[in-house]
């Protein structure tokens, strides 16, 4: 199979089909839901799932961003040629979805206004910058990758959570505990007005808001409901507590769980902490290995 049809696959799988991890930490929430507008809410997103898994369909009429995290080994090369079929072969699986038209037409100034209208062509919508990342890093994901590694993330990003996120400043106080409820408030505040949980929320905490950010990505990447660490179990615990529910409808799942990823950190007085709070179609992550 030519790359450029095994990404643009890639795309159409992670627009399409549900993580396994998150299959199953959905049906445990329906499972323990008492609350019988939740449950309803619970179990038809569970079915939205199944339907668009069989049918090929878009897990949400909000097809996404498309962002790309490169997992590398120390022994493989990245080439221009590999990054140029990277932005192809997400051309063409946003055409073959079909993802919705987003790409705003015109100059800098147009696209802000937004006054030239889309371009038909889903295609059209062109990924953010790429992130490359060789696991020598501090951060919550440790990851064992060999030295023959080359792993494509293809995460799409929904509208609606990049609406509710933030990223900016805490002052630590020297109380990881600051931080950490700092952020869990940041989340509550954006639960509340995101419509459509329940949420995987992502945190990430870094030197600047580039590293925050972008260890909040990589923590969509990497990050498993299958392993929580005691710290993620802890802020789901918190938030489910909000009673906000799936769909704002109550009961007792506002989150199937959380990621947090941590990175390194500089003297000083304060932490650049990045939180998203995901819509239940995400994360909508898929990976190629070449």
Not at 59 to 65: H, K, P
Not at 80 to 107: S, Y
Not at 164 to 184: G, L, M, P, W
Not at 219 to 238: F, W
Request: glycine share 8%; proline share 4%.
């Amino acid at each position: 199979m030519d790359i450029l049809d095994e990404i643009s696959n890639t795309i159409i799988k992670a627009s399409t089909t549900l993580s396994s991890d998150k299959y199953k930490a959905l049906r445990k929430a329906i499972d323990m839901e008492d609350n019988e507008n939740a449950k309803w809410a619970l179990t038809q997103i569970l079915e939205n799932y199944h339907v668009a898994e069989k049918a090929g369909f878009p897990l949400c009429d909000d097809t996404g961003i498309p962002h790309v995290i490169i997992e590398i080994g120390q022994d493989r090369e990245i080439s221009g040629e590999l990054l140029n079929q990277i932005h192809e072969g997400i051309a063409l699986g946003l055409n073959n979805l079909p993802a919705r038209p987003m790409a705003v037409k015109g100059d800098f100034v147009e696209r802000i206004e937004q006054s030239e209208g889309l371009y038909e062509k889903p295609g059209m919508l062109h990924p953010a910058n790429i992130l490359i990342d060789n696991a020598n890093e501090d951060s919550s994901y440790k990851r064992d990758i060999s030295s023959d590694t080359l792993n494509i993330h293809f995460l799409l990003e929904g509208g609606g959570p990049e609406i509710r996120a933030k990223t900016y400043r805490v002052y630590h106080q020297r109380s990881f505990e600051n931080v950490i409820d700092t952020a869990c408030g940041w989340l509550e505040e954006s639960l509340k007005m995101l419509g459509c949980t329940p949420s995987i929320p992502s945190i990430g905490i870094g030197r600047t808001h580039f590293e925050a950010t972008s260890l909040l990505l990589k923590s969509v990447a990497y990050g498993s409901l299958d392993n929580q660490s005691e710290h993620e179990q802890q802020i789901s615990d918190r938030l489910n507590q909000s009673g906000i529910g799936p769909l704002g409808l109550g009961g007792k799942t506002t989150v199937l769980g959380t990621y947090l990823n941590i990175g390194n950190q500089r003297a000083s007085g304060v932490r650049i902490v990045s939180v998203r709070p995901s819509c239940f179609v995400e994360p909508r992550v898929a990976t190629l290995k070449l």
